[in-house]
């Protein structure tokens, strides 16, 4: 059991038979009054995002979320296939369960399947990928001092904003959590 005095962000918990993720919180004592605990918490299954006040001694129950590494292998249709790495069992899921997640990985790379009690609920890409430029504007010389950034497609279909100086065949480094260039790889 977890004690709302003692919430930290990224737990997982359920309340009233839901599982949520703690994105912030913050311990509140005012001057009249109880104390309370401010969160603001997602609803790891809807994706919804929620703010809720809960007394100190609340307790709830930690939700296990299980997080099993697997090989994204091909999309058939809307039925995207993966692979367990260890047992090479494979499975199927569907595009509304992935959303964007496979916006920035290839096929046989490695993401990792979130699930509780047996329901996945989302897909993690890995934090950074290396990627090849498929189709951009071509740089000119001297456009580098000026710090700006045209579009750019990579090998995966998506769209990006690189600096001007990278062309098409370069790899480059990306980070899948905001969608920005790194630097080339």
Request: hydrophobic residues 40%.
């Amino acid at each position: 059991m977890i004690v709302a005095g003692d919430f930290r962000n990224g737990i997982t918990l359920e309340i009233d038979g839901s599982v949520y993720q703690i994105l912030e919180f913050q311990h509140v004592k005012p001057g009249k009054g109880a104390a309370f605990v401010r969160t603001k918490i997602k609803n790891v299954m809807t994706g919804s995002v929620v703010e809720k006040t809960f007394r100190p001694s609340e307790k709830f129950p930690a939700a296990r979320i299980d997080r099993v590494d697997m090989q994204y292998l091909y999309a058939d249709g809307d039925i995207y296939n993966f692979m367990n790495m260890e047992t090479y069992d494979q499975i199927g899921l569907s595009a509304d369960v992935i959303g964007d997640a496979l916006k920035f990985v290839k096929e046989n790379d490695s993401v990792k399947i979130c699930s509780y009690n047996g329901n996945v609920f989302s897909v993690e890409p890995p934090l950074f990928v290396e990627l090849e430029i498929t189709d951009t504007e071509p740089g000119f010389k001297g456009d580098t001092a000026t710090g700006t950034y045209k579009p750019a497609t990579v090998e995966t279909g998506a769209q990006i904003m690189v600096p001007l100086f990278v062309n098409i065949g370069d790899k480059i480094k990306i980070d899948t959590r905001t969608g920005e260039y790194l630097s080339r790889a």
